[in-house]
Structure formats: structure tokens, C-alpha cells
């Protein structure tokens, strides 16, 4: 049995993250965090666990680190994984450069996992992606990312990571983040929508003389989502420092 902390715990992610720990058989919910002052503080999660803010003490407890918090609680969550000894696996989204540093320099110490999105389906796409450009050459790209009006990041962490999927494919590939002039050369237009309470879709446009191709994922819950986070603590449970994907967990080449 894998002992889970949960961090962002009651966020929408958390909720779900924590139903389906309960339902698990080789994972157990041993403690989960919220921020200080948080109205839900104290209240039972179920299985003898009470939501807590005392992140050392949390964290202690546990064989990995689930965090679905926000960037400057989960680098202090993931400083004290470190620490402790313990794994982690972060779905946060949003870090600056200078945090993504600090998290690479954890990965040094630990064994974490950190994708912007654990879906097995958008790994998927992102393969897609990453073949269509190669093959497409002369086909403009442009993403389209649609989430719920209270989406914290824009772009997202997922139309990011297409993007990066495209530059893999394509050296020359340069994100834009609202176009005002003449499309140019390598630009990869990202228009962010966000508005009433979509899970999340992306569009990935391949746009070429006389034609076009479009590949897109739709997401209408948030399970396949925690299902995959949880097949990335299992995968993450045990394993040697260094700094793991979803490539790792679904066993393709990395996007």
C-alpha cells in the first residue's frame, strides 16, 4: 500500500484525487493539506484523515507527495518532500522560469514527476502533434486552448505542452501569445478561451494550401485526469532521483 499526501486537497482536482483514493486498493489517503486559514481546515476526509496545513507533519506520513496545489506552496510542499526523503508527483501549473529551476534542483534529490496535464489521451495528442508536424512541413500550427471562466493560468500548462510538442518537431517553432500583426514565419499563434465551466478542450490546427487538419482533445469530467496522477504516484513510488514525465508512465518516447 502506497501512502498518498494530498496537497490542494479541495481544489477540484483534490476532491476527485481524494474519491478516488478511497476507492483504491493499493493507494491510501494517510494525510492532505490546504492553505492556512482555508474555511474546510479540520474537517474529515474519511479513513481517520483530517484536513491540515501543517505540511511537514503531512508529508512525513506519506510515500509520495500528490500535489495539485498552487506554484509557491508546492515548491515549499516539495523543499520538505525533499527533505524527508520522500517522492513526489506535482500537476501544478503556472510556475515561473525561476521556479521551474527550483524544481529541477528537487528532482536532484528526489524521485518527482511533473506534467502540466496526466491524461492519458492528451499524452496521445501530443504524440500526434509532435508526428504531424514532422510530417507537414509547410503547414502553419496554431492551438487553441478552452477552459472554465476561473482557470488561474493562461495559456494553460497543456497548450504549453503542445507547443513544446510542435517545437520538438520543428526547431524554428515560436509560441505568440496574441497576434497583431502578419503572421510571420515559426510563430505558433496559442489564443486562450475561457469561459463558463468547459473541463478543458485543445485544438491543434495544421493549416496548409487547399487544406487543413485539426486535432483535438475534449475533456467532460476531470477523472481521466486523477486517474492518470494516480498512475503516476504508482509509477514514481520507489524509483531512483530524477525528474520524470508521462512518457515515463505510459511507457512512449517523451513529446
Known sequence: ????????????????????????????LISALEREGHPELG???GAGVLLGSDAGEAIARADVLLDFSAPASALEHLALTAEAGKSAVCGVTGFTAEQQQAVQRVARRIALLVSSNMSRGVYQLGQLVEQAARALP??????????????????????LLLAAALEAARAESRPIYGRKAQRQGGEVGIAALRGGDVVGEHQVFFLGPGEEIILTHRATSREH????????VRFVSGKAPGLYGM????????P
Open 43 to 45: 474537517a474529515p476526509l
Open 138 to 159: 509547410g503547414f502553419d500550427a496554431e492551438i487553441l486552448d478552452i477552459h472554465h471562466r476561473n482557470k488561474a493560468d493562461s495559456p494553460s500548462g497543456t497548450a
Open 225 to 232: 485526469f486523477c486517474r492518470g496522477a494516480l498512475d503516476a
Open 1 to 28: 500500500m502506497i501512502r498518498v499526501c494530498l496537497a490542494g486537497a479541495r481544489g477540484r482536482m483534490g476532491r476527485m484525487l481524494g474519491e478516488l483514493l478511497a476507492q483504491s486498493e493499493d493507494l491510501s
Open 247 to 254: 512518457h515515463h508512465v505510459f511507457g512512449g518516447a517523451p
